[in-house]
């Protein structure tokens, strides 16, 4: 065993966080799931729909059995939809495949949609007490600054480096301590910024704090200009203050989400919301930017208020009218459902 983990492990114990949900108790689901939403998300943020969604969801059967919409409304707000998508493909597919288990097996992990490398040395470390590493954010941050490594992470021969380390540092036994413990010094010590080195017990021989590149690694991801497109959304609200809502293609953005219709300019808004209500003036809201990994959306939001549907739209496949109250209980994406807050909040 490198003399990384026993440092590591001695420091977890004492300062590290063993108050999550889902290590009481730690079962190979609540580590998948915690796994899925902690992608490109903070613990802080994870936690209440952790809890929400073990609480309508205890277990893979539960997960399985429940309707995408069910699935895609606890996840609303945590964004990266797919992974909630994948979440319910891969609990079906353990469910024929596996009598309703997370398989104990590396390779059948990787064979169940959106469960990658780390995903599945997270559950056989911190389920099965396996010594298979993980590489998160905060991982990649620790091994980055211990051995001095630079490039971008994300490139791949810079990756195969760094899963080369944490092998290499993987401890045979008290393997899900030790994930815990590096994933919280990366998290509580070993910050992006202002990282506390007098606190971290690996500062006598990390490479980083000894030759001052603690500000300089992990090296930044190369700059790229993000392209901008423009769309109007939608927003009918009828005599009842009810939402007409669209449910979206399976592919593109937010696929399989509840959202508003769309145009791409003010003049074909008009033309769209006239199908489906009769109209008589409308309210242009201020436009506000979503940003996606590869481009920036502008949503120039038009509301149509107190307006009359039409009744062969009322209750219709992929168009629905839906009470404020039930919206909450939906899968949104994050911009559509702040913007119909604002709506609420304009309430006559």
């Not at 003010?266 to 809201?285: E, N, V």
């Amino acid at each position: 065993m490198s003399q990384l983990a026993p440092r590591l492990l001695a420091w977890q114990q004492q300062y590290g966080r063993n108050d999550l949900p889902w290590q009481h108790p730690r079962s190979a689901y609540r580590v998948w799931l915690s796994e899925i939403m902690l992608q490109q998300t903070q613990v802080a943020t994870v936690l209440s729909y952790f809890q929400r969604f073990v609480e309508a969801l205890p277990d893979l059967p539960a997960l399985a059995a429940a309707s995408e919409d069910q699935v895609l409304g606890l996840w609303s707000g945590l964004g990266y939809y797919r992974r909630a998508r994948f979440l319910h493909a891969a609990a079906k597919q353990a469910m024929a495949l596996h009598e309703g288990e997370l398989p104990a097996d590396f390779d059948a992990l990787l064979a169940l949609p959106g469960i990658g490398r780390s995903t599945a040395g997270a559950i056989l470390a911190q389920a099965y007490g396996l010594p298979y590493p993980i590489m998160d954010g905060n991982v990649k941050r620790v091994l980055t600054r211990y051995h001095g490594i630079s490039g971008y992470p994300g490139l791949g021969p810079i990756e195969k480096q760094l899963w080369l380390h944490a092998e290499q540092h993987m401890p045979q036994t008290d393997t899900a301590r030790y994930t815990q413990a590096i994933m919280d010094l990366g998290a509580l010590v070993c910050r992006r910024s202002q990282p506390d080195c007098p606190a971290c017990p690996l500062q006598d021989d990390c490479v980083a704090h000894r030759d001052g590149l603690t500000d300089s690694l992990p090296s930044p991801r190369p700059a790229k200009s993000l392209p901008t497109r423009q769309t109007v959304m939608i927003i009918l609200r009828d005599q009842d203050h009810r939402y007409l809502l669209q449910k979206r293609p399976v592919d593109g953005i937010w696929p399989g989400l509840w959202s508003l219709p769309e145009a791409t300019d003010p003049g074909g808004a008009w033309h769209t919301a006239g199908r489906y209500a009769r109209l008589d003036d409308a309210l242009a809201l201020d436009s506000f930017d979503h940003i996606f990994s590869h481009y920036r959306l502008r949503i120039e939001p038009l509301l149509f208020d107190s307006v009359q549907a039409v009744p062969a739209v009322a209750d219709g496949g992929d168009h629905r009218w839906y009470p404020h109250d039930e919206l909450l209980h939906l899968g949104l994406p994050a911009p559509v459902r702040q913007l119909l807050q604002r709506c609420k909040d304009l309430n006559p």
